[in-house]
T-cell receptor, first 112, second 110 residues
Framework: SQTIHQWPATLVQPVGSPLSLECTVE??????LYWYRQAAGRGLQLLFY??????ISSEVPQNLSASRPQDRQFILSSKKLLLSDSGFYLC???????????FGPGTRLLVL | EDQVTQSPEALRLQEGESSSLNCSYT??????LFWYRQDPGKGPEFLFT???AGEEKEKERLKATLTKKESFLHITAPKPEDSATYLC???????????FGAGTRLFVKA
């Protein structure tokens, strides 16, 4: 069966510091991968998606970036965090030829 | 523009009191409509995918239905463990973007 991991689970960072969140998927190959942000009481906002190694599409212009160095690894980064970057970050995967997305446990980020 | 609106924002039920959650959507071409359950501090858990009007799917006390403009999540004889936020989402035929609603928070009291 497939499993998706995210770490860290919780992160507290000062404004202006860098960020690296990691997501890995097990038990599948060539998945589509997604990064979402969820603000309190609001719907999920798609940040990035990837259909293959090195292929990244951005949905929202901002100070975040994403990379996919390996088939089942997806990384969300920032060079300098803003207060507005606080939120719950979710990674998801879907099979190559299917629409349904499966989510990881999430990372709660607090920028102070 | 694709849009998803869920109602009510919150719903309080007594254990055993059946009800329905609504998801109204606007999409240029529907590739799929999705229902998820989300517990506090956790990632969404997949429940159902519906593809065309008239389709229905069931899982335990939950039943999802789909029309051309909306979807309902029916909860029959809910239990306290059904308390969670239920998210609805749609994906159009034009790309990878999935649009999520803000969710309905369900509280079931014993």
């Amino acid at each position: 069966s497939q499993t998706i991991h995210q770490w860290p689970a919780t992160l507290v960072q000062p404004v202006g510091s860098p960020l690296s969140l990691e997501c890995t998927v097990e038990g599948t190959s060539n998945p589509n991968l997604y990064w979402y942000r969820q603000a309190a009481g609001r719907g999920l906002q798609l940040l990035f998606y990837s259909v293959g190694i090195g292929q990244i599409s951005s949905e929202v212009p901002q100070n975040l970036s994403a990379s996919r160095p390996q088939d089942r690894q997806f990384i969300l980064s920032s060079k300098k965090l803003l207060l507005s970057d606080s939120g719950f970050y979710l990674c998801a995967w879907s099979p190559r030829d299917q629409e349904t997305q499966y989510f990881g446990p999430g990372t709660r980020l607090l920028v102070l | 523009e694709d849009q998803v609106t869920q109602s009510p924002e919150a719903l309080r039920l007594q254990e055993g009191e059946s009800s329905s959650l609504n998801c109204s959507y606007t999409v240029s071409g529907l590739r799929g409509l999705f229902w998820y359950r989300q517990d506090p501090g956790k990632g969404p858990e997949f429940l159902f995918t519906l593809y065309s009007a008239g389709e229905e799917k069931e899982k335990e006390r939950l039943k999802a239905t789909l029309t051309k403009k909306e979807s309902f999540l029916h909860i029959t004889a809910p239990k306290p463990e059904d308390s969670a936020t239920y998210l609805c989402a749609v994906r159009n035929t034009g790309g990878f973007k999935t649009i999520f609603g803000a969710g309905t928070r369900l509280f079931v009291k014993a």
